[in-house]
Structure formats: C-alpha cells, structure tokens
C-alpha cells in the first residue's frame, strides 16, 4: 500500500531532505583528485552529526556506509574505501540519505572529478539529470505512476548520443515510495512496461524518490561478489540522478533540492508547493 501524508508529515520530510542536500553540497566540494571514497563518506557523517540525524544508509539490509559511492562502470551501490582514489577524469554518483524524527530523505547526484571530461560524459550527466527534471514535472494530480515512468523514458529516448547508439536505461533498479521507511511501495521504474500496468493514480501525500540510472551502453548490470556494488556488464560509465519528491495541494516540493525544485520546475511552467521551511 502506498502511505499517504499530511502536510505535517511533509514538512518533517523536508527537514529530513535538507540535511541530504547539505551532504550533497560536502561531498561534492570533497570530491576532489587524491581523495578517497571512505574520505568522502566521512565528510558525510560529519554532516548527519552537525545535524543531529541519522544515516538512513549505514546498516540497511548491512550496508557497511553512510553513503554510496559509484563511480564510473558503477551504476550504484558502491561501498566507500580507502582503496578507491578518485583521479582526474572520473565520474562518481553519490547517494545518500537522512531520517529526522523517524522520516526520511533520499537523493543523488553525479560529479565530475577534476576537469578534461570526454562530451560524451558530460551529456550522460545532463540526460540522466534532465530526465529526472521531466519525471518530476509528471507528478501532478490525476496523472499516474507510468506517466513519471513515461517521461523519463521519453526523454531520454529523444536525446541523440554522442557517437550514435542509444543510450542504456538501467531495468534492474529504479525508484521508490519514500516516508517512515527508505524503500516503501510503489516501485517506480524509469520506463514503460506495459505488463505492470497504469500504477496509482497520484494525489495529494504522494511521496516518491525518482531516481533515473543511465548508461553509456546497456541497460544490463550485474552485482559484485561484495552482494551490494552494481555495475554495468559491458563496462560503460553510468550517471544515477535522484530527489525525493511530495506531491501537495499546492503542487509538487522537491524534499531534497535546497530551493524545493523551484528553478528547475518553473522551465516547465510549474509553481512548487509552499515551502515549510522558508
């Protein structure tokens, strides 16, 4: 069943979103040539401590960390380390999370570390995070689940892809309800499959953690002998872009996004719901 919540509810989630946008904003500064990925997921439990939450990462199913650092043939999981030294020219997705009062926040980001990235690369970021833009603008009331999943779809699928070929929608992750746990019903994928069906219709207290996962190449992945990092099969780099989002009376609030998406949503004509923490 999908939890449906009140605007209090939202408005602790918001709090619970920030502080993931506050670890957003650390790590991306740490995310720097010579640093490690345990480096990185220091800075992040440095930030949950400044703001007295919890890490809604570190122990789920044993997770071993506080975030996940995936980077480049990584499309997501990848656990933190002293061994993984970012170099210039890599790309890492970091995702991470926060529970305030029992409610939590889910986001992700792809970085680019140093300088000198290929254009192929740097359009991957943009597609993946694009995507995730147009899913967010689909929650709107009376829409359903598969339009969110349409719109990814379809604007990933319109992009051309530098050197030709089609870029790879990750199938087997996707993203997720979101409220007193981390992975609630429904699931959400980035694509149409018609077998699922038309999914829920969305109203107010919706809450989803839309989380687009796209690689240079295939949509297939395999999970390392560690059980938890996921990779590509064919070996090509991947961007993971995620918000977690509330649908509300007064239309959609970004949880995640330091200005609750309002910049991004306005290119599509939408006014976001007032923010309880302005």
Known sequence: MVQIKSPEQIAKMREAGLVVAAIHRATRE????GATTQDLDQVARKVLEEHGARSNFLGYGGFPATICTSVNEVVVHGIPDEKTVLADGDIISIDCGAIVDGWHG???????????????????SRVTEESMWAGIAAMKQGN??????????????????????????????????IGTEMHMD????????????????????????????????????????????????????SSHWEHSVALTEQGPLVLTAEDGGKAKLAEFGITTAPDPAA
């Open 186 to 237: 429904p699931h959400l994928l980035n694509y149409v499959e018609r077998r699922r069906g038309k999914g829920p219709k969305l109203v107010p207290g919706f809450c989803l953690a839309i989380e687009p996962m796209v690689s240079l190449g295939t949509p297939k992945t395999e999970v390392l002998e560690d059980d938890w990092t996921v990779i590509t099969t064919d070996g090509t780099w």
């Open 106 to 124: 889910d986001a992700a980001y792809t970085a680019f570390v140093g300088s000198g990235h290929a254009p192929e690369l740097v359009e991957l």
């Open 30 to 33: 740490a995310a720097v040539p």
């Open 144 to 177: 359903r689940l598969v339009d969110i999943s349409r719109a990814i779809e379809t604007y990933i699928r319109r992009q051309p892809k530098p050197g030709g070929g089609k870029y790879g929608i990750v199938e087997d992750y996707g993203g997720h309800g």
